[in-house]
């Protein structure tokens, strides 16, 4: 079956860097997503990687390693407005998108 | 404002009743999306449709129908609805089909059904 693993919650602290993990089983691969979501909110879209390496935007970073089927979320610099889910996708062999439950990250001052 | 619309917000249903949910977006993007959300599960995808006219099954299609009579509009139908189709439901779209392009989602609806 596909799977996208990611933990479940994070803690933070304001001014701090946080780095979220996501690693995925799946049938094919045709690129990987990170969302942002606010609570009550829909989700936003953050990054796509595609080829290995790291691909840098403002305090936001997003590496792949297509080998190892791993990801990961850099967040630099947090701010209180930093906390939300953070939601990792797949795109599959069909170009359908499997996603993960998601990370709640929480930053405390 | 460019983007996604989706009515209603919110709504209570009796379990047994039809109900439609309206996803309207004004980007001209061919494909558009509709999925669910629960609590401790990741966004599921019911039903797609890569361009006007054509619309295919996602992950979880059954007690619901999707039609895309034109690009901006892509209406999601609950025939007879069932307690476990509770959730928040989020219609998306994106330019190309595919899911290779970044999706743009709708507010969302929150669905209780009982």
């Known amino acids: 079956g596909q799977n996208i693993d990611q933990p479940t919650e994070m803690t933070a602290t304001e001014g701090a860097i946080v780095q979220i993990n996501c690693t995925y089983q799946?049938?094919?691969?045709?690129?990987l997503f990170w969302y942002q979501q606010h609570a009550g909110e829909a989700p936003t879209f953050l990054s796509y990687?595609?080829l290995d390496g790291l691909e840098e935007k403002g305090r936001f970073s997003s590496f792949l390693s297509r080998s190892k089927g791993y990801s990961y979320l850099l967040l630099k610099e947090l701010q209180m407005k930093d906390s939300a889910s953070y939601l990792c996708?797949?795109?599959?062999?069909?170009?359908?998108?499997?996603w993960g439950a998601g990370t709640k990250l929480i930053i405390k001052p | 404002i460019a983007g996604i619309t989706q009515a209603p917000t919110s709504q209570i249903l009796a379990a047994g009743r039809r109900m439609t949910l309206r996803c309207t977006q004004d980007?001209?993007?061919?494909?558009m999306y509709w999925y669910r959300q629960d609590l401790g599960l990741g966004l599921r995808l019911i039903h797609y449709s890569n361009t006007a006219g054509t619309t295919g099954k996602g992950e979880v299609p059954d007690g619901y129908s999707v039609s895309r009579a034109n690009t901006d509009d892509f209406p999601l139908t609950l025939a007879s609805a069932v307690p476990s189709q509770t959730s928040v439901y989020f219609c998306a779209s994106s330019g190309d089909p595919g899911a290779t392009d970044t999706q743009y989602f709708g507010p969302g609806t929150r669905l209780t059904v009982l």
């Open positions: 799946t049938s094919g691969f045709n690129g």
């Open positions: 990687n595609v």
């Open positions: 980007m001209r993007h061919n494909a």
């Open positions: 996708a797949v795109c599959d062999s069909n170009y359908q998108l499997i």
